[in-house]
């Protein structure tokens, strides 16, 4: 997969029309969602792993569901020579009835979600107009990942080969990922300098 750095483009995404941008967003709220998100306050890199894998019960419950498991690695990374603080993120999940692991990636901003009272989220988007991902807080233990058009890509194939779409459905709209240790995630991760600091959190 390409991790193409536009984050001028990503800087100003605005994943639906209900939102405002980082611009518009109270600076304690959003530290408040930091330390809620990633469960304490943020160090130099500072990494949240989210994860779901769809039992038999619940896939039957929602017969519509193309995804049985997804994973979430979101990455907050100070950058003392902009004065802020620049967030990514990591899906992966596999569909129910296809083979492969897919993934997808991004940047992200905080926004703020007017249809829900003013709940701070991070609309993350993918660059060349790939979509992207809405991430609440549920709890302190859940996220919800909101989603109307991805780009994925299928792992291990060229890029070309492997582009698609995930694309919401009557069941595919919201997910459920749970906080799981960073190990879990560690799949998502392709540079080997990275993955070696997850690995040591």
């Not at 060229?158 to 459920?176: E, H």
Request: hydrophobic share 35%; aromatic share 6%; net charge neutral.
């Amino acid at each position: 997969m390409k991790y193409t750095r536009i984050a001028a483009a990503i800087a100003s995404v605005v994943v639906a029309n209900v939102c405002h941008a980082q611009e518009g967003v109270d600076k304690a709220k959003a530290t408040a969602f930091d330390a809620r998100m990633f469960g304490g306050p943020l160090s130099q890199k500072t990494y949240a792993c989210f994860v779901r894998r769809y039992d038999a019960s619940h896939l039957a419950r929602h017969p519509k569901q193309k995804v049985s498991a997804m994973k979430l690695l979101v990455t907050a990374e100070d950058a003392p020579e902009d004065k802020t603080v620049n967030y990514s993120f990591r899906l992966g999940f596999k569909y129910r009835h296809r083979a492969g692991n897919f993934d997808s990636s991004g940047y992200c901003n905080h926004i703020v979600a007017e249809n829900t009272g003013g709940e701070i989220r991070l609309g993350c988007g993918v660059d060349c107009e790939g979509g992207g991902i809405e991430v609440a807080m549920k709890d302190d233990k859940s996220a919800l990942i909101r989603l109307e058009r991805i780009r994925i890509w299928e792992r291990n194939k060229p890029d070309d080969d492997a582009s698609n779409d995930l694309v919401a459905g009557a069941d595919d709209k919201i997910f459920r990922v749970d906080r799981s240790d960073l190990h879990e995630c560690s799949e998502l991760v392709t540079d080997r300098k990275e993955l070696a600091a997850l690995r040591h959190k």
